[in-house]
């Protein structure tokens, strides 16, 4: 897999995606990823840098740097107390994102399962090879033509999970693990900022939002897509139950456009939950809502509920009556 390309930059206007960094040592990825934060069009920014060592010394680097820190040792500690300490500072410091940069913990489910898909790690070889330790030896060994680098979302399976990006690196005649994990180093630094600033950015994506919202509508029973005035909707029995709505007539919004019972609960929701829902222009007035797809903390559960209820408002009775006995069992 070929590096992931970085994202052009935050757009004017739009608050900066916050991240915890969790480190054990000297924390070089973390003053990549800090020093990177700096610049005008990075996505992203440090709030906190939390460790479980007090001594370790990338925490004085933070500090003078001016981001918070936080050192807690798990000595003594059982996995998930140590655990629900670290969570607590991190939550408490407003933190929505939590890189790992040389954090020495294997976590546990609990912890993990509590920030799914927002928790990234980086690691030094090109997994799915070399889980674990000594990656560069053990590359070296098998007569590997490259070492390299990958940044993953981070799941309860050691070194498992969505692979970010990758960079190879390549071994050269002579290379030791010393030799060859100095030249990884630098590749860390560069694909690790890079990857960060795409993940926290695809919540703004319109790409990214489009494929969520399009494998949600196609589990449906007989759904099929059909652009509707150029944009993407979803059908079935022939009638439209889901239009994807990018930025149309002048509003801020993706969204997802959803059938409801009519404009009496679309301006309860809108009143209610302006953060979440608007009323689509044209579409509103037939009893359409927009469900706000371009904000943080979406819930994707929520959205897929609104798919399914827009469904059945539009499928044949037939496959409403399927679905239901289906359900049933």
């Known amino acids: 897999m070929a590096d992931t390309p970085g994202v052009s ?11 915890a960094v969790l480190i054990s040592g000297s924390g070089t990825n973390m003053a990549a990823l800090l020093y990177a934060s700096r610049a005008a069009d990075c996505p992203y920014e440090i709030v906190l840098v ?12 933070a500090a003078a740097e001016g981001v918070a820190t936080f050192a807690h040792s798990h000595k003594g500690m059982k996995r998930a107390e140590h655990d629900a300490v670290m969570d607590k500072a991190i939550r408490d410091s407003g933190a929505e994102w939590v890189a790992l940069a040389g954090y020495m913990r294997i976590l546990t489910p609990g912890f993990v399962s509590g920030w799914a898909d927002r928790m990234v790690n980086i690691h030094p070889s090109l997994l799915p090879k070399y889980t674990g330790l000594h ?82 509508a196609l589990t449906l029973p007989e759904a099929e897509e059909r652009e509707s005035h150029g944009s993407p909707g979803w059908r079935v029995g022939g009638k439209y139950f889901a239009h994807f709505n990018d930025q149309h007539h002048g509003t801020p919004h993706i969204a997802l456009l959803a059938r409801t019972s009519g404009v009496d609960e679309i301006e309860t929701l809108t009143e209610r939950n302006p953060e ?47 679905q239901e006995a289906a359900e049933e069992f």
């Open 9 to 19: 930059g935050a757009q004017a206007g739009i608050e900066k995606a916050k991240v």
């Open 50 to 61: 939390a460790s479980n060592d007090p001594e370790a010394k990338g925490l004085a680097l």
């Open 135 to 216: 990656t560069h030896e053990r590359a070296i060994e098998a007569g590997d033509s490259h070492g390299g680098v990958t940044v993953h979302l981070v799941t309860a399976e050691l070194d498992d999970g969505p692979i970010l990006g990758q960079t190879p690196v390549a071994i050269v005649p002579g290379d030791t693990p010393d030799t060859l994990g100095a030249r990884v180093l630098i590749a860390e630094h560069q694909l690790y900022s890079r990857c960060l600033a795409k993940l926290v950015s695809r919540e703004r994506d319109p790409a990214w939002l489009l494929e969520r919202v399009r494998e949600l």
């Open 276 to 322: 979440a829902y608007f009323k689509p222009a044209y579409y509103g007035a037939s009893g359409w809502v927009g469900v706000i797809l371009n904000r943080p903390g979406v819930d994707w559960d929520s959205v897929r509920e609104w798919l399914e209820r827009s469904w059945r408002s539009a499928a044949p009775k037939r496959l409403t009556r399927l």
